[in-house]
C-alpha cells in the first residue's frame, strides 16, 4: 500500500531525475535503476544525492546507496522509500 507520502516523494523523485537527464518527457518508472536503467553517473549520482538532500534535508542517501548500488536495486522506487520512510521515523520521534 503506498500512502500519500510515498507518492508524493515518488513524483519528486521522479521530477528530480527527469530534471538531471535534461529530458522533461522521459517516463520515468519506479523500478527504474538510477545507475543501469537511467544510466546515471558519478556526476548525476552527486547532482541526485545534492537534490534529495535540499528537498530533504534530514536525509542522506549515502547509505541508501552503499546498500542498494549492486543488482541495480538503487531504483526510483526504493529511494523514495527509503525518503518516505525517514519522514515516518523523523514524525514518530517528535
Same mark, same amino acid.
Given at each position: 500500500?503506498?500512502?500519500?507520502?510515498?507518492? *508524493?516523494?515518488?513524483?519528486?523523485?521522479? @521530477?528530480?531525475? /527527469?530534471? $538531471?537527464?535534461?529530458?522533461?518527457? %522521459?517516463?520515468?518508472?519506479?523500478?527504474?535503476?538510477?545507475? /543501469?536503467?537511467? &544510466?546515471? @553517473?558519478?556526476?548525476?549520482?552527486?547532482?541526485?544525492?545534492? &537534490?534529495?538532500?535540499? /528537498?530533504?534535508?534530514? %536525509?542522506?542517501?549515502?547509505?541508501?546507496?552503499?546498500? *542498494?548500488?549492486?543488482?541495480? /536495486? @538503487?531504483? %526510483?522506487?526504493? %529511494?523514495? @522509500?527509503? $525518503?518516505? &520512510?525517514?519522514? *515516518?521515523?523523523?514524525?514518530?520521534?517528535?
Amino acid at each position: 500500500m503506498t500512502t500519500s507520502v510515498q507518492s *508524493h516523494v515518488l513524483t519528486q523523485v521522479a @521530477d528530480l531525475c /527527469r530534471t $538531471i537527464l535534461e529530458k522533461n518527457a %522521459v517516463e520515468i518508472e519506479p523500478g527504474m535503476s538510477l545507475t /543501469r536503467d537511467l &544510466g546515471f @553517473d558519478s556526476m548525476q549520482l552527486m547532482q541526485f544525492f545534492a &537534490g534529495i538532500e535540499t /528537498r530533504y534535508p534530514a %536525509v542522506i542517501l549515502e547509505d541508501w546507496f552503499i546498500a *542498494h548500488a549492486s543488482g541495480a /536495486r @538503487d531504483t %526510483v522506487g526504493s %529511494v523514495a @522509500d527509503y $525518503i518516505a &520512510g525517514a519522514f *515516518h521515523q523523523q514524525i514518530a520521534a517528535e
